[in-house]
């Protein structure tokens, strides 16, 4: 049996030769590997230039959600200011400030051009809420030595309560009101 086993062990190992190529194989295994090669580096490259690419975007995103924040909060804040000027005791204040008085009963006028009411002058009424803060004396548009005038001469409540002072600094703005009589 050693006989016919031993045949049978080369009758495969002669066929398995058949198949496998003969002579040296590393000349057609190397431009293989290198392309093997290539394309693992080159994968890896490609993910730590993603990788950067994601880290980069990342960062930008922090920043432009705390720029976000930070607007937010000064819009809130701006609308918190706008809120407050725009209720009505600070009207009502602004608008003595700068010397309006509330109007009375208004009379209208029909389209026929007869006046439906009976028109009056508006007074300086006493205000109903008291200002926390010291009333500014009023000037005239000649105090402070422009016309001569007496810069310590206080104007009669009739003046004040129908011409508004001109040419004087608006104290809630600071910005100076425009003169309103012409050539100045």
Same mark, same amino acid.
């Given at each position: 049996m ?8 080369? !009758?495969?190992?002669?066929? /398995?030769? %058949?198949?496998?190529?003969? !002579? @040296? ?19 890896l ?17 922090s920043?432009? +959600?705390? +720029? &976000?924040? +930070?607007?937010? #909060? ?6 918190? =200011?706008? #809120? ?9 204040r602004?608008?003595?400030?700068l ?9 209208? /006028? =029909?389209?026929?051009?007869?006046? %439906?009411g ?6 300086? +009424? ?5 200002? @926390?803060? *010291? ?6 548009? !000649?105090?402070? !030595?422009?016309?001569g005038?007496?810069p310590s001469? &206080?104007?009669?409540? $009739? *003046?004040?309560? &129908?011409?508004?002072?001109?040419? &004087? *600094? ?5 910005? @100076?009101?425009?003169? $309103?009589?012409?050539?100045?």
């Amino acid at each position: 049996m050693t006989g016919t086993g031993g045949q049978q062990a080369k !009758g495969r190992a002669g066929r /398995l030769a %058949r198949l496998m190529p003969s !002579g @040296p194989s590393t000349a057609a295994r190397t431009p293989f590997v290198l392309l093997v090669v290539l394309l693992l580096a080159g994968g890896l490259i490609s993910l730590l230039l993603l990788n950067s690419a994601l880290n980069e975007g990342s960062f930008k995103l922090s920043r432009l +959600e705390r +720029e &976000t924040t +930070e607007l937010t #909060d000064e819009q809130q804040a701006l609308q918190h =200011d706008v #809120d407050s000027y725009s209720e009505p005791d600070a009207l009502e204040r602004r608008a003595r400030q700068l010397g309006m008085v509330p109007g009375g009963t208004p009379a209208f /006028l =029909d389209p026929d051009g007869t006046v %439906r009411g009976v028109p009056e002058r508006a007074t300086a +009424e006493p205000s109903p809420s008291p200002t @926390p803060t *010291a009333p500014a004396p009023e000037t005239t548009p !000649g105090a402070g !030595g422009e016309d001569g005038a007496d810069p310590s001469a &206080t104007p009669s409540p $009739t *003046a004040s309560a &129908t011409a508004p002072p001109t040419g &004087t *600094a608006s104290p809630a703005s600071g910005a @100076p009101s425009t003169p $309103t009589s012409p050539g100045r």
